[in-house]
Nanobody, 112 residues
Framework: VRLVESGGGSVQPGGSLRLSCAAS????????MGWYRQAPGKQRELVAV???????NYGDFVEGRFTISRVGAGNTAYLQMNSLKAEDTAVYYC???????WGQGTLVTVSS
């Protein structure tokens, strides 16, 4: 299985971005998918997870600003990020929970 993220970029504080994660291979509708992020000098942290049954969980810092979703046979996941803050600047990674499969990451920069 290969994961490819897209949708990162630069945005001003208060702006929005939508990240996409496309997984190749067999349908993944029995696997939870997640987004993590890593800022410079910091540890990787959980942003959001969506289970096979579409239950979701978010990092405390999200505070209702982000929404994770998935479509199709579960092979595509999205992370809609609104009300972005400078501290959201990081490389965002898509992953298959429990399988140690990671994408290459996509950079999100929030700056005025």
């Amino acid at each position: 299985v290969r994961l490819v993220e897209s949708g990162g970029g630069s945005v001003q504080p208060g702006g929005s971005l939508r990240l996409s994660c496309a997984a190749s291979g067999s349908p993944l509708n029995t696997v939870a998918m997640g987004w993590y992020r890593q800022a410079p000098g910091k540890q990787r942290e959980l942003v959001a997870v969506i289970t096979a049954g579409s239950s979701t969980n978010y990092g405390d810092f999200v505070e209702g600003r982000f929404t994770i979703s998935r479509v199709g046979a579960g092979n595509t996941a999205y992370l809609q990020m609104n009300s972005l803050k400078a501290e959201d600047t990081a490389v965002y990674y898509c992953t298959l929970i429990g399988l140690d499969v990671w994408g290459q990451g996509t950079l999100v920069t929030v700056s005025s």
